[in-house]
């Protein structure tokens, strides 16, 4: 008995020195991972929907798969026909092992195989060896490992994803994708089945080259099936009836100029988008059937944004991806956008009360220095109102709009909203050219800017990638002249055609603006509703020229077809901001901003400098409280210090009338709550003061 307790140490200490060596050696030579890790890079719309995946450095199409991602019969047949008790064994199966064996012991050759599921990951995940018992074995031991560091969906999902499917297809989703043409989760049963079969003989049985041993394989499936009772008979027969595919479809490319750019640039193996697949794919269909209609050799770009949050929807780089030239990102280029950025240089304007919709200008010859613009039709329009200077897009107006506010402000202003402008090389500054489209600019660029019109006059940068910050928010101009824009391009004349209702279900006010670059080359619309803002462009990549092909015909008509596509508008159009003057009569301005002044500088004859206005009543803050039901007067008095005559007073935005200093301004309050009231002085210098009214008790 003394001897039992040395040996019964001894041998406890030896079998927690093999436990210990076990665990050395399984630290020391862990399953190699690296495989798994090398796989495709997919860009994704923001519901997860496959737009683009690239091959792996190795030249493989292999996507990664998770269980969710594969039909549910598919993955009850595979398990049926490739390890039953998959879900119950630590990597091995004995009694799988011992039948192989025995198998092979009596009939001399591989009856049937006893590698598991696991052990079939094992050899996918190494490079490939010989086929023998050591082999086997290493096998097993890696199989013991990978069950101890992952659960049985991953050690799925790793199998889903490396296994062959002939040529360079690996996993099952890559294998639905070109075999099919559809994701793992929509397949049918004879789809399922012949997936189940590949990887048995992936060269051998390939449906695209081999369709008969392919058809074969899938059957030897399906009778399995039946046997092990996870497939009805009569299912099975019509299965087989389906034929097998005899050629590989292509891989999906939806918005691949994006998803080139994203894969590229983020160098992330899953890449999450803001874009819709369903807005996304009905652009590009409506592009393709747009551009075979012009048959002029034309492409085009569009942008598709949604207002509030600023993500991308729909993003067109081109029509012919694997064209001349087809890889080129249009939405991306600088091209001229001729008179699309017309509205910036009036907001900028209404926004230094330099200019009201309701000013009149004139429409006349006029020399900038050695500039001499004319309107597009050759004829100019005499007096107008600037309200229809920009609807009709006339040229002398927006350049004299552009020499008062400065070609660099106005340049400025779009590069500080996060616009890039490309400028002629020759050019050391801008000059007022730029107001013709004397300049570049990109689709993109300029439909982030028309957001911001949209949006109040707050410019932001597009969102692409889902889940990002927003970007910093840049002033373009007030919500005053933002309000001022809106009310002027929901007026714009539909394209001919359109005007009359034809082909346009018009369930949205959109404003909207279009360009045309010299020489024809480009053709623009851009525009907005409440929800959404889109941009086109349309012309040949090369930049020859389309002769008369202008931007109300050739790109109009397709932003509407656009918005067409989108859904309905959620959010109101935005309430007239405190502040602004909601006047169409020109009388009804402040004196300052009846005619449109070319100069700022000061006159000749010099008056007597008067200080700005200020009210004195009532005062900012105070509550006022309602005259009473039997009040003989119940208006009240508005008064004013300072300013040159005469005062124009406005409540709410509404004009009260503009008074000479002697002239009592009296306003007759509509009923309680707040008021903003502004009072405007000749030279446009203003004040304003926040009062409530409250009826007394």
Do not use: C
């Not at 990664?64 to 008790?85: F, G, H, N, Q, W």
């Not at 990978?146 to 799925?156: A, F, G, M, T, V």
């Amino acid at each position: 008995m003394r001897w039992v307790f040395p040996r019964l140490l001894t041998g406890l200490l030896a079998g927690l020195s093999l436990v210990l060596l076990v665990a050395a050696a399984d630290l020391a030579f862990p399953p190699d991972m690296a495989k798994i890790r090398n796989v495709s890079p997919e860009v994704v719309d923001h519901n997860g929907v496959l737009l683009r995946a690239f091959l792996t450095h190795d030249g493989y199409w292999r996507m990664r798969t998770s269980v969710s991602e594969v039909s549910p019969r598919y993955l009850a047949m595979l398990k049926a026909y490739e390890d039953k008790r998959f879900d119950d064994h630590w990597g091995v199966d004995p009694l799988a092992t011992a039948r192989a064996a025995f198998q092979y012991a009596t009939a001399g050759h591989v009856v049937s195989g006893g590698s598991t599921l696991t052990m079939q990951v094992a050899r996918l995940l190494e490079r490939p060896r010989q086929r023998s018992i050591a082999t086997k074995f290493v096998q097993m031991i890696r199989a013991f490992q990978l069950e101890e560091r992952y659960s049985k969906d991953e050690i799925l999902s790793f199998y889903l994803t490396l296994a062959p499917f002939g040529g360079n297809l690996e996993g099952v989703r890559a294998a639905s994708l070109s075999y099919f043409g559809k994701p793992a989760s929509q397949i049918d049963l004879a789809q399922a089945a012949l997936l189940v079969a590949l990887p048995q003989s992936p060269v051998k049985q390939r449906p695209d080259r081999h369709a008969i041993a392919a058809a074969k394989g899938r059957d030897k499936v399906l009778e399995r099936m039946v046997g092990e009772g996870v497939v009805t008979a009569s299912d099975a027969a019509i299965a087989r009836r389906e034929g097998v595919p005899f050629a590989r479809q292509a891989m999906p490319l939806t918005a691949p100029h994006l998803a080139e750019r994203l894969a590229r640039t983020l160098k992330q193996t899953r890449i999450v988008t803001t874009i819709d697949f369903d807005i996304q794919t009905a652009v590009e269909n409506l592009a393709k059937d747009e551009v075979r209609y012009s048959g002029d050799g034309a492409t085009m770009a569009i942008v598709v944004v949604e207002n509030r949050t600023r993500n991308v929807l729909a993003w067109l780089g081109g029509t012919n991806y694997w064209g001349k030239a087809g890889q080129i990102d249009l939405a991306r280029r600088p091209r001229s956008p001729g008179s699309a950025l017309k509205p910036f240089i009036y907001g900028l304007a209404f926004d230094d009360l330099i200019l009201h919709p309701s000013t009149m200008m004139e429409d006349a010859p006029t020399n900038f220095g050695d500039y001499a613009p004319r309107d597009f039709s050759g004829d100019f329009q005499g007096s107008v109102t600037a309200r229809d200077a920009l609807r009709m897009s006339l040229n002398v107006p927006a350049v004299q709009v552009l020499d008062r506010v400065g070609p660099l402000a106005f340049t400025l202003a779009l590069q500080n909203a996060g616009a890039h402008l490309a400028f002629p090389a020759h050019e050391e500054a801008p000059s007022l050219p730029v107001a013709l489209g004397g300049l570049g600019i990109s689709p993109a660029d300029i439909t982030m800017l028309y957001a911001g019109i949209a949006e109040g006059g707050q410019a932001r940068g597009l969102r692409i990638v889902a889940g990002t910050p927003d970007a910093p928010g840049h002033r373009l101009f007030g919500q005053i002249a933002a309000y001022y824009l809106r009310q002027i391009l929901d007026g714009v004349s539909l394209p001919e055609g359109w005007a009359m209702g034809e082909g346009l279900n018009r369930n949205r006010t959109i404003g909207f603006k279009t360009g045309t670059s010299y020489g024809f080359r480009d053709a623009w619309s851009v525009g907005f509703s409440n929800d959404y803002t889109v941009g086109v462009w349309v012309g040949r990549a090369d930049g020859t020229p389309r002769p008369g092909r202008v931007g109300v015909d050739a790109a109009a008509p397709i932003l509407l077809k656009v918005f067409g596509l989108l859904p309905a508008d959620r959010r109101d159009a935005p309430l007239p901001p405190t502040g602004a003057i909601l006047t169409e009569s020109t009388d009804q301005l402040p004196p300052s901003l009846r005619v449109f002044q070319r100069s700022a500088e000061p006159q000749i004859v010099r008056q007597t400098p008067v200080p700005p206005p200020s009210i004195s009543f009532p005062p900012n803050g105070t509550v006022i409280p309602l005259p009473t039901a039997n009040a003989r007067d119940k208006t009240i008095m508005l008064k004013a210090d300072g300013g040159r005559a005469p005062l124009t007073w406005l409540v709410n935005g509404m004009l009260i009338g503009s008074f000479d200093r002697f002239q009592p301004a009296l306003y007759l309050p509509q009923g309680e709550g707040n008021a903003r009231i502004t009072v405007v002085d000749a030279e446009g210098r203003s004040d304003s003061s926040e009062v409530r009214f409250k009826r007394e008790k």
